[in-house]
Nanobody, 113 residues
Framework: QVQQVESGGGLVQPGGSLRLSCAAS????????MAWYRQAPGEQRELVAA?????TYADSVKGRFTISRDNAKNTVYLQMNSLKPEDTARYYC?????????WGQGTQVIVSS
């Protein structure tokens, strides 16, 4: 059963920005740390950014991406700036560590000119 819904992806030119949103169930949101993951074609899924009492980022996105959460809306965001072609992937939100049953459909991000 999918417990969260990702949105906000799309096609953007290099250097552009996107803001992803993840609407999670309150039960998940209040009990777990949350993170954004991504998977590019032919590659393994990787953690991009996580938010607990602090935030952590993959080296490849540090200084460009910002994860945040709105507790009132049970929503996690990923602000992505200075996007690069190598950021092209399907982006997912899940708990930290991820729970298999909670993987949703994700949202596709394509960075291309």
């Amino acid at each position: 059963q999918v417990q969260q819904v990702e949105s906000g992806g799309g096609l953007v030119q290099p250097g552009g920005s996107l803001r992803l949103s993840c609407a999670a169930s309150r039960n998940i949101f209040t009990r777990h740390a949350m993170a954004w993951y991504r998977q590019a074609p032919g590659e393994q899924r990787e953690l991009v950014a996580a938010i607990t009492s602090s935030t952590t980022y993959a080296d490849s996105v540090k200084g460009r991406f910002t994860i945040s959460r709105d507790n009132a809306k049970n929503t996690v965001y990923l602000q992505m700036n200075s996007l690069k072609p190598e950021d092209t992937a399907r982006y997912y939100c899940n708990t930290v560590p991820p729970i298999e049953a909670y993987w949703g459909q994700g949202t596709q991000v394509i960075v291309s000119s």
